[in-house]
């Protein structure tokens, strides 16, 4: 009988008829957390009954992204794989989102303090903490440094360029003076690990897991060059005089001063590269391609370079603290989950074909996100950190 509530609170909530009364009534049962398996089924159902041209609003579609990264959002929208499902999905989550965004703060978007804890999963007899800020610096002499062990201080010196460690955890390259003794060090995160690095001339990079940087200890000449492996977020300090190119895959991304994330996992099927400010440009085998804000270039395994419009709050997610995924097939998700949980995953027969939208903190141990996805009919047996997705 509750559901079938639930249900016609949505409908009415989705066709604009819904009275004051009822939308009251519809966020005190937003309130309650154990109205959460309601809530999904009844909106999973509603999202296939949107008009097969429904087009969400393009500003409600930026508003449900920009408020998953500035909030707490711990439930994913999920699908199966039935025809045009994305417009619909978008005509469902935009107007939902209207809906959770009203209630300032109630179920998806509830502040991390007001939510309710959630057991482990009873399988797991140790549960899997979320990544954190873990990396290895690798000095020019081939000496090594644990950065989450190090200290808040100067760490070392290589030629007139200090090594320190802040107090919020990250690295600053700071030189003392002019050198023409360049050398090279390299940051590394493992899976389950992150790191916030400043480079000599002020860029900030933000690199995720089981990513590498190398990078000269001062920028001398008339460039500025770095070398990444997996993904990184750039804020490039503004040098005219010195153009910054990342190396990366075969493939040179070339900036004055911008901002904009790499996504270059090997096994990833194309490479991403997603503009927020300013200009780059994406150049493979002679062939160049100028992005502008807001554009993704994806760069195939063959090296060709399509560009195309993106959304930037989803590519810069991870950097914010959130998994977020459109239209995510399970193999996507778990292997996102994979680096940062540092999890090995493996499939009993052929992966579920099903498509995930919606949002993750990563923050959450690896047992409420997993919980999260089998309320949404996805199994999955556990032995220690090697997960199994079961059909």
């Known amino acids: 009988m509750q559901e079938q509530r639930v249900t016609y609170l949505l409908q009415q909530r989705l066709s604009g008829n819904e009275t004051a009364a009822e939308q009251a009534e519809l966020y005190n049962l937003l309130k309650d957390d154990d109205n959460m398996e309601l809530f999904m089924a009844a909106l999973t159902d509603l999202m296939w009954q949107a008009p097969e041209g429904a087009e969400a609003d393009p500003s409600a579609r930026a508003t449900l992204l920009k408020s998953i990264t500035a909030t707490d959002l711990t439930l994913p929208f999920v699908e199966t794989l039935r025809p045009a499902p994305s417009i619909r999905w978008w005509w469902a989550a935009a107007a939902i989102a209207g809906i959770v965004l009203a209630t300032v703060g109630y179920w998806m978007w509830k502040p991390v303090n007001s939510i309710a804890p959630v057991p482990a999963i009873a399988r797991y007899k140790n549960d ?122 075969g493939t040179t991304i070339a900036v004055l001063g911008t901002q904009f994330n790499i996504m270059a996992y090997a096994n990833e099927q194309t490479m991403a590269v997603t503009l927020l400010t300013g200009a780059v440009n994406v150049s493979n085998n002679g062939v160049v391609k100028k992005l502008q804000p807001g554009q993704q270039a994806r760069v195939s395994a063959n090296n060709s370079i399509s560009v195309t419009e993106a959304d930037t709050q989803a590519a810069v997610a991870w950097k914010n603290g959130f998994f977020i995924f459109d239209r995510a097939d399970i193999t996507t998700v778990m292997r996102q989950l994979e680096r940062w ?32 996805l089998e309320k949404n009919q996805v199994s999955f047996k556990i032995e220690g950190r090697k997960i199994t997705v079961v059909r």
Do not use: C, H
């Open 128 to 249: 899997v903490a979320p990544g954190g800020n873990k990396a290895i610096l690798t000095l020019a002499d081939g000496s090594s440094i644990a950065l989450d062990d190090a200290r808040n201080d100067t760490l070392g010196k290589q030629g007139n360029t200090n090594i320190i460690k802040t107090q919020n955890g990250q690295v600053l390259y700071k030189a003392e003076k002019a050198t023409t003794a360049i050398t090279y060090n390299t940051l590394t995160t493992p899976r389950g690990g992150q790191y916030q690095l400043t480079l000599p001339d002020g860029t900030q990079v933000w690199l995720n897991a089981a990513s590498s940087l190398y990078f000269p200890t001062a920028f001398s000449g008339n460039s500025r060059e770095v070398v990444l492996t997996g993904e990184a977020y750039f804020d490039v300090a503004t040098l005219p005089e010195k153009p910054f190119r990342v190396k990366v895959n």
């Open 341 to 372: 949980y540092d999890i090995e995953v493996v499939y009993e027969g052929t992966p579920p074909e099903m498509r995930f939208g919606g949002g993750i903190q990563r923050s959450l141990p690896l047992s409420r996100v997993l919980n999260i």
